[in-house]
């Protein structure tokens, strides 16, 4: 074999090598996740949101700020929808306002502060489904900073309509 040949060999095998070596990285840092993984593993979930769920769907603010919230209950089964009726003290009592399917919280939530539960009871025919082992909805909450807003709203409805209004200025938002 000729030298230019050798080395021309040689020079392949290195290219191939370092294809390699770098389908490794990719495979081990993104497709694989193991890295992100194991820091989330270690998290406390309380140091990765703001808004914390609880079982019995009341919702603590963990920010530093105060927010506006609104819920939604998202089924499983979308027929569930109209078939279900929500049971709470809290919103016969006005602290969650519905209107057209969010639930709103009355005021805003302060730092480290708790909602009330939203429900007490979500019951679909004869079952309540607050009281199933697997849940067959999720909530869907949204919430919008107080600072973000150009006044103070005096409810959830009008504080959400404030934000929707700069978004449809297109005012330059930064979250």
């Known amino acids: 074999m000729k030298r230019q040949d050798k080395l021309s060999v040689l020079l392949m095998l290195g290219i191939l090598c370092l294809v390699l070596v770098n389908a490794g990285a990719i495979y081990h840092m993104w497709l694989n996740g193991e890295g992100r993984l194991a820091e989330m593993k270690g998290e406390d979930p309380e140091k990765r949101s703001e808004l914390i769920f609880h079982d019995d769907t009341s919702i603590t603010n963990h920010g530093s700020r105060k927010l506006w919230l609104r819920v939604r209950i998202i089924y499983k089964d979308p027929s569930d929808e109209k078939q279900c009726r929500v049971d709470s003290k809290a919103i016969k009592d006005g602290i969650w306002v519905e209107e057209n399917g969010w639930y709103y919280y009355r005021a805003p939530v302060k730092s480290k502060e708790n909602t009330r539960p939203l429900i007490d009871r ?50 330059n938002l930064t979250l």
């Open 122 to 171: 979500l019951v679909c025919g004869d079952t309540d489904l607050m009281n199933q082992g697997v849940r067959s909805f999720r909530l869907q909450a949204e919430a919008v900073d107080e600072m973000w807003l150009s006044q103070t709203p005096c409810s959830g409805q009008e504080a959400f309509q404030l934000f929707n209004d700069l978004d449809q200025e297109g005012a």
